[in-house]
């Protein structure tokens, strides 16, 4: 009897067979591959290095092979790797960052970045997945060039896009990438830093799409990129130049200085609750820039340009302590140009005795395109329809 009644619940060998063969190919399809999900875009580039930041979808190591931009192909022979490393150890997470160093000037790379997929660490043991790349195969390997070329070159700033991707594409059509040297977001891309989906989706990706794999990108981080939670998360994907987002570099004749203006409310506003320290970082940045104008790069440049995303001006909190404490030393430092944003309209605002140059708050909606030569630099400002706004010369 016990057996009748457990042959009732057994299956025929056969079908059995069928269901393990059906439910079988549902777990490969389950288990997703790793892939890169964004990038990889340029950052902080100077003469003789570049980083490159992209991000898998899964945790991975991650590497950068380079190759010169000769005849040979890609695969014609193994090329150097480059890994994103701390400390002597190999990094495992989503986001990858990779530092270039001592590259040649004025010269072409080719590179392709790979990340592969770690499924386990246990005890001295790593457990590796699959490989995800770019493509150099039935696709030609992203490219970048390094400055330190002399002579004339263009570059586009935009700013305040605030995840307005259609407006970003259409401000950017409006440059000539294949000459355009770099591209400045100059701050408020997002509306606050909710989470790492929420800026590639908001301009990131569209960035990359449109330039920002071989054309670099400089950023001045805005005060709406310091809200939220995701905010500490920025310099993972924005990394500047030696170690912080405020740094110089140089371009054929000209010197760029990028401040990061910080909050435009004092740190006790209820809006902050407390996580700022805006002032004392400012502070900090006056004492960096005191110094860095002194260098010969800074003083042997023939135009002297600042980036920042909030502009001096007597206004709120964030404006006066830039105007108290960075427009003295910038006005013995003999800056040219200051290029600012935030207050989503267009003016420029003219030297004085005060301010010793004109500072260009650029809108919203348009785009900055300047053209640097040994004649001038020219700073045109174009709107969303590609009609000219008004211009600055600097001779």
Sequence with gaps: M???????????????FCLLFSVSPFRGYAQEQIKISHGPYLQAMTDSGVSIVWTTNKPATAWVELAPDDSSHFYQTE?????????????????????LKNLLPATRYRYRVY??????????YVHYGNVAATAVYRKKPLTFTTPGKPGPFEFAVVNDIHE????LKQLLSQADMANTAFVVFNGDMINASMSEAQVFGGFMDTAT??????????????NHETRGPFAAAFPQYFPGIGGHLYYMFTRGDACFIVLDG?????????????ITDMDNYRTEQAEWLAGIVQTDAFKKSKYRIVICHIPPAEGWHGNREITKKWVPILNKAGVHVFIAAHEHRHRIQKFSEAMQFPVIVNSNNNIIKAGISEKEARFRIFDAAGKLVDELIVP
């Design 262 to 274: 910080g909050e435009d409310k004092p740190d006790s506003d209820i809006e902050y609750s407390g």
């Design 164 to 167: 307005r991707n259609n407006v």
């Design 79 to 99: 090329r150097p790797k480059f890994f994103s490393a701390s400390n002597g150890l190999k990094n495992v997470g989503t986001v990858h960052q990779v530092h």
């Design 209 to 222: 799409a449109l330039f920002a794999s071989e054309t670099p990108m400089y950023y001045a981080r805005g």
């Design 115 to 124: 990340s592969q997929e770690v499924l386990k660490h246990e005890f001295v």
């Design 2 to 16: 016990k057996t009748m009644q457990l042959q009732k619940y057994l299956l025929p060998p056969g079908i059995v």
